[in-house]
């Protein structure tokens, strides 16, 4: 898959603003970003339900405006909205789901207990839409769009809205998916989502690519190995981190970033920073704080530094 120059304009407004992607065979790809980055709307331009404004597109070698069944064929796509038919069973929605492909009965009815198995919904298998948990309505929607064993698979904010147990099981399914061969592309606002799942992404905040690597590159490019993060109380963080900032560069802190209710400090060593910063309390420069704890950096400090803005509000 590869796209240059992608924009999408909803009258004025600019949605997409020139975007680059290569996504190559079976690999997990991702786009994180928060809510309004301009995700979902990529998304559907690579899905072909929405026109691009400009750029090229490839997918399997085609462009979707020229021939958009022949790119579907090959597409799993996965909305960010599950699109089920509640009345009828779990089964039913991908026998119905595989109609719309034109695949014949004597395919689908062994390929809809297969999909039912790989999403752990063999028990569930004729049970009404409505009466499943969140997190396996997520699961079937996954089942229905690989009916067609999908090559390229897209899915939009998979994990949105579900408890943590039920994320798990889906990772482990789309993890699983990948093995098997099949090319991932998904939209994220979870930081730790990008992590588990995606050999390489792209940050991307209101509508631009703000940095693309693995999340090790990014990780290491951006921010640093280790955080401290410090609370010194509402009205504090600010004065503090600003005492902080003098310190950049002293061999120890390479970065602080302020959050409303906390101060982040970035360094390869965590017991370096909280030497530094048990110093500078020491000698009065600056409050001690109500609470510390230290971390390894992740996908959500590269946001931070790169926009001053976390991920979920
Ligand atoms: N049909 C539309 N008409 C006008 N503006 C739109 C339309 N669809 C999306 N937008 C705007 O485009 C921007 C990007 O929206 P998009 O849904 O792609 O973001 P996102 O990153 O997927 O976030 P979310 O996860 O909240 O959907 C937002 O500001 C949104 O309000």
């Known amino acids: 898959m590869r796209a240059r120059g992608l924009r999408k304009q909803y009258g004025e407004f600019h949605a997409v603003k020139g975007i680059d992607l290569d996504v190559r065979p079976g690999e997990c790809f991702g786009l994180l970003g928060p809510n309004g980055a ?14 691009r404004t400009a750029g090229e597109l490839s997918i399997m ?31 039913e929605n991908i026998l119905i789901y595989g109609r719309y492909f034109g695949l014949p009965y004597s ?23 409505a009466d499943l948990s969140g997190g396996m309505k997520r699961r ?21 809205g579900l408890d943590p147990q039920a994320r798990h ?20 606002h979870y930081m730790d989502e990008a992590e588990q799942l995606c050999d390489r992404l792209v940050v991307v905040d209101a509508g631009e690519i703000m940095a693309a690597g693995t999340p090790a590159e990014l ?5 640093s190995r ?18 902080l900032q003098a310190h950049v560069g002293d061999g120890v802190v390479h970065r602080v970033e302020v959050l409303p ?5 970035y360094a390869e060593r965590a017991d370096d920073l909280q030497h530094a910063l048990q110093r500078l309390v020491d000698d009065g420069a600056v409050p001690a704080p109500a609470t510390t704890l230290t971390r390894r950096a992740s996908l959500e400090d590269v946001f931070l530094i790169l926009t001053g803005r976390t991920l979920v509000d």
Do not use: C
């Open 38 to 51: 301009g995700k979902s709307t990529t998304m559907r331009m690579l899905a072909g339900t929405s026109q």
């Open 61 to 91: 070698g085609i462009d979707p405006e020229d021939d958009g069944p022949a790119v579907r064929a090959h597409l799993g796509v996965v909305p960010q909205q599950d699109n089920l038919d509640e009345e009828l069973t779990a089964r």
């Open 107 to 129: 395919y689908l009815k062994p390929k809809a207990q297969e999909l039912l198995e790989f999403a752990q919904l063999t028990e569930k298998a004729d049970a009404k839409v």
């Open 140 to 160: 079937l929607v996954i089942a229905r769009a690989l009916v067609n064993e999908p090559a390229l698979f897209l899915l939009d904010e998979p994990t949105t």
């Open 169 to 188: 099981t889906l990772w482990d399914r789309l993890y699983r998916l990948k093995e098997r061969g099949t090319t991932l592309l998904l939209t994220t």
């Open 219 to 223: 990780i290491r490019e951006h921010a």
């Open 226 to 243: 280790e955080v401290l993060e410090a609370r010194f109380g509402t009205d504090r963080n600010e004065a503090a981190a600003r005492t």
């Open 261 to 265: 209710d906390r101060v982040l400090l």
